[in-house]
């Protein structure tokens, strides 16, 4: 008897940790950046989403590093991934609206990968942007750092500018962590970091035929980008459509899920365990 519940328990175990092992990320972002998958990076960020195209790198492309990547408060850890870093004013991806692809949004999703380095290299410290052009137009997302770490966020919709609440992400100087913001049409702007939900506010109706073409990573817009971010990007994903709490957990599980089946389990569980504090 202590057998049979043995071998259950191992073969219950084992399809999880291979449900895991096949689980990838939620199909089909419209932008999808990957530093550790970007041979053109000197010029340029190739969106391997279903946007295609690319992001040309402004007046310079970020340094593209190499090094172990830790989120503290998942206790996940990539140990040899790559990210871009900025070191400078004016380092950032993303063109003129004419040489970005273009996204059309009703619902969304953004998701970042990131750490802040330091301080604003100029009088403002932006972080990234996605508008109908031109910038502060009809519709789009602004992203920038308030009071030394705190994620900000503008909303421009229905051709005006929207009161937003803040959305109580934190960037603590030097440390990894997952944001994800999810707007669902004329519903709601929820805001996660790490997995978990830390804002909730009333959303704002998009028009999915206004193209979002003023794309910038490291700035709020082309024009501004010389209030570059003074940080790190190893991935940066949008979507068309609102992630469910259970697609952004896969997302990052299926991002830092690699090796060896209990190496998943474990990852997995990290992921739950932080998501539920």
Known sequence: ????????????????????????????????????????????WTNLGTAEGELPAADEAPEL????????????????????TTKDSLQTFGGPPPKNPPLFFEDWTLEFLCKRNGDFFVEEHHF???QNSPR????GIRLWIVNGQNLDISVHAQGAKQGVQPLNLKLEEGVWTWLTIVGTNDKSIVAYQDGKEVSNQAGFEFDKGLPIDDISIGANSYDERRRTFNGSFAIVRAYDKALTEAEILQNISGTFA????????????????????
């Open 65 to 84: 590093e190499e090094g172990p990547i830790k989120i503290p408060a998942l206790g996940l850890e990539l140990p040899n991934a790559k990210y871009y």
């Open 128 to 130: 990234a942007g996605f």
């Open 1 to 44: 008897m202590k057998m049979l519940i043995s071998l259950c328990t191992t073969i219950f175990f084992l399809s999880i940790a291979c449900t895991i092992a096949s689980a990838d990320i939620v199909p089909d972002p419209v932008l999808y950046l990957d530093a550790a998958d970007n041979p053109g990076h000197k010029d340029a």
């Open 258 to 277: 690699v090796d060896a089946a209990d190496k998943l389990a474990t990852t997995w569980a990290n992921v739950k365990r932080g998501y539920t504090r």
């Open 136 to 139: 502060e137009g009809k519709q």
